[in-house]
């Protein structure tokens, strides 16, 4: 095993820990999630599959300590293909920091939209198993702007998971 490896296993080792919620470090990061959004948890964060620290940094003020937990705990999870995933478990995938769902190679992650509690495939896809619409469902949490934008985003990752 080469060196490397054993260091990502080692930080990634942090995780049960994180979950123990007697253990200082997971009082120390509910603390941190808590001051910054009440929709993050540390379940929900645990299901991102984002390996690229400068993308998990998206989150407002995590310490790197934790950004490293997270990006080694990724790292070492089996990664999931779309061909692989049942329909259910497709929409309880998160909208963020997914390596399933890419726009131009890159995962997403809209702050205004986790701050109003969007944060799985399935709060965007209505029961008839098609984007809801953008303008309708979500004009409360959009700035008229960000309409196309994020109605093309969507249609682009569900043109490609289809």
Same mark, same amino acid.
């Given at each position: ?8 296993? $080692? ?7 994180? =979950?123990?919620? &007697? ?12 001051? =910054? ?44 293909? $779309? ?6 478990? *497709? ?5 963020? &920091? &997914?390596?399933? =769902? ?5 995962? *997403? ?9 969007? =944060? ?19 004009? /409360?949490?959009?700035? /008229? ?5 994020? &109605?093309?985003?969507?249609? /682009? ?6």
């Amino acid at each position: 095993m080469d060196i490397d490896s054993k260091l990502k296993a $080692l930080k990634a080792a942090r995780v049960p820990r994180l =979950l123990n919620s &007697n253990s200082t470090i997971s009082k120390i990061f509910k603390g941190i999630l808590s001051n =910054l959004n009440k929709t993050l948890t540390l379940p929900y964060i645990l299901q991102f599959s984002e390996k690229s620290p400068d993308k998990l940094l998206r989150i407002d003020k995590i310490p790197l300590f934790y950004i490293q937990i997270l990006v080694a705990f990724n790292e070492c999870k089996k990664t999931q293909t $779309l061909d692989k995933i049942t329909s259910s478990k *497709l929409l309880q995938q998160p909208l963020w &920091n &997914n390596s399933l =769902l890419l726009y131009k190679g890159q995962s *997403l992650f809209f702050k205004t939209w986790i701050n109003s509690g969007v =944060l799985n495939l399935k709060d965007v896809i209505g029961d008839n198993g098609k984007l809801i619409d953008i303008i309708k469902g979500f004009s /409360n949490i959009l700035e /008229n702007s960000q309409f196309g934008y994020v &109605n093309m985003v969507l249609l /682009n990752i569900l043109s490609s998971i289809s």
